[in-house]
């Protein structure tokens, strides 16, 4: 038997949709509902649906993202946006996404029985339930093992880019791997996983080298020290941050300083 997760801000539409369908039909069951994103990503990770209904625009979410996360993380999960926002843009991405059909608030009944028709029958082909009861660092592993589908390859892009955006635009936070796998709706080791596949480096190492971008930028300041410019891209520690910055660029904060940036200091003069 499938199981299905609701995702909806709107009780209303999550007891219609729970109650109202005949999803024996379709040899499917209701596992579980939630009212916004962050609820339904820990329904998802407990129950492991086979079909997440779930609207795109509710509190403490980004659709897309969200969207991206699932296809992901569970490439054979089949998910039916049921939604109010009606921009055509979203709508495509979402597609690309791995999104199996996309439906406007309100739809007729014919139109989501149609839906979980479909999801149900492609599920049917795949020849088991999607999500079965296998442990969850199993899967993983298997689907790191896997070479990516096309829609699946989209889904991983797009994670990989809102996950290296959102590390250059908080490399001065003292950010972990849970933080960015937290915004970007995936596990942490699935986001790990990602990152070395795509850019063939570490979370460290992108953490580190987007400090050293910004490093770099303020060393241009004569009127900053060296344990400020440290300070301000993210280290608490003067020491670690002059190996760090020494091991990826090949020389001191001082030297690069000297070395970039004294003849600009001093007027063009050496």
Known sequence: MYKVAIIDDEPLIVEGLSKTMAWT?????????AGDGKEGIELIREK????VITDICMPKMDGLRM???????????????????REFEYARQAIELGVSRFLLKPSKMNDLEEAVDTVTRRLDQMGTPAMTFVPAEEIEEALAEQPDSEENSEANSFIVSNALEYIRSNSKEKLRLSDVAEQVYVSQWHLSKLLNKHTGKTFSDILNGARMDRSKELLKDP?????????????????????????????SAGEYRNTHWGTEQNGGKE
């Open 223 to 251: 009127s900053l020290r060296i344990c400020d410019v440290a300070e301000q891209v993210g280290f608490q520690d003067l020491a670690h941050f002059s190996r760090v910055f020494k091991k990826m660029e090949g020389m």
């Open 67 to 85: 969207i991206a996360g699932l296809k992901s993380e569970f490439p054979d999960m089949q998910i039916i946006i049921l939604t109010g926002y």
């Open 25 to 33: 039909k379709w040899n499917c069951q209701v596992i579980g509902t």
């Open 48 to 51: 492991r649906p086979d079909i």
